[in-house]
C-alpha cells in the first residue's frame, strides 16, 4: 500500500486562495503522472490538474485554469497544487491521485488515489 500524504484544504471565501500538497514515495513519485481530481456530493468526478513529473508537462481541467497551477518538487518528492480565486463550486473533496492506467497523463484517468482532503468556498 502507497504511503501518501495530503495536507492542505479548508474553508475560505470566495476569492481565497489554498494550497493542497501531495508527497509519495519516490518510487511512485518519479516518473509518473500525479494530480488531483475533485468529488462533491451528488457530482461526478472531475480530474483538476496532472502533472507528468518525468517531465514537468502539465494539463487542466477548463474549469480552473488561470486559477489553478500545479507542480513538483523533486527534493520532497511532492505536488502541488495552488488554488487562486477560489469559487463556491469549486466546494469538493480532493483527492492526490497518480497512475494514468496507461492512458495520456492529461486525460486524468487516475489508477490510484489517497484520501482526500475536503475544500469549502464559502460565498
Known amino acids: 500500500q502507497v504511503q501518501v500524504v495530503e495536507t492542505g484544504g479548508g474553508s475560505v471565501q470566495t476569492g481565497g486562495s489554498l494550497r493542497l500538497s501531495c508527497t509519495l514515495p519516490e518510487y511512485t513519485y518519479r516518473r509518473n503522472c500525479l494530480g488531483w481530481f475533485r468529488q462533491a456530493p451528488g457530482k461526478e468526478r472531475e480530474g483538476v490538474a496532472a502533472i507528468y513529473t518525468g517531465g514537468g508537462s502539465t494539463s487542466y481541467a477548463d474549469s480552473v485554469k488561470g486559477r489553478f497551477t500545479i507542480s513538483q518538487d523533486n527534493a520532497k518528492n511532492a505536488v502541488y497544487l495552488q488554488m487562486n480565486s477560489l469559487k463556491p463550486e469549486d466546494t469538493a473533496k480532493y483527492y492526490c491521485?497518480?497512475?494514468?492506467?496507461?492512458?495520456?497523463?492529461?486525460?486524468?484517468?487516475?489508477?490510484?488515489w489517497g484520501q482526500g482532503t475536503q475544500v469549502t468556498v464559502s460565498s
Open positions: 491521485a497518480w497512475g494514468s492506467s496507461g492512458a495520456y497523463c492529461g486525460a486524468f484517468r487516475f489508477a490510484y
